[in-house]
């Protein structure tokens, strides 16, 4: 069965960190590139990190430069957002993708994960 579950989101203060989690089974990610998306209510989902199937080439959006690192564990087929110094702005629903190069196309979407950055 595939498989690509996300966790780790939650309600957070603002400056405070959350570490998102997207695990694959049913197929590999190193050979993939992975993204992580957000969704605010009233916007598009826009991509926030992504990473080359190598991890040769890693993108940030501006907005989360310096405060957001994506990362991939091969041995545990899991992807990973660690997301520091939060700000309400971030508030969002967060997907986890993997795809070929540059996520043109896109394979698999985790299921969606909430992040609420209030005090």
């Known amino acids: 069965q595939l498989q690509f579950v996300e966790s780790g989101g939650g309600l957070v203060q603002p400056g405070g960190s959350l570490r998102l989690s997207c695990a694959a089974s049913g197929f590999t990610l190193d050979d993939r590139t992975i993204g992580w998306f957000r969704q605010a209510p009233r916007n598009e989902r826009a991509v926030v990190a992504c990473i080359s199937s190598r991890s040769s080439h890693i993108y940030y959006a501006d907005s989360v430069k310096g405060r957001f690192t994506i990362s991939r564990d091969i041995a545990k087929n899991t992807v990973y957002l660690q997301m520091n110094n939060l700000k309400p702005e971030d508030t969002a629903v967060y997907y986890c993708?993997?795809?070929?190069?540059?996520?043109?196309?896109?394979?698999?979407w985790g299921q969606g994960t909430q992040v609420t950055v209030s005090s």
């Open positions: 993708a993997a795809g070929g190069p540059g996520l043109v196309r896109i394979d698999y």
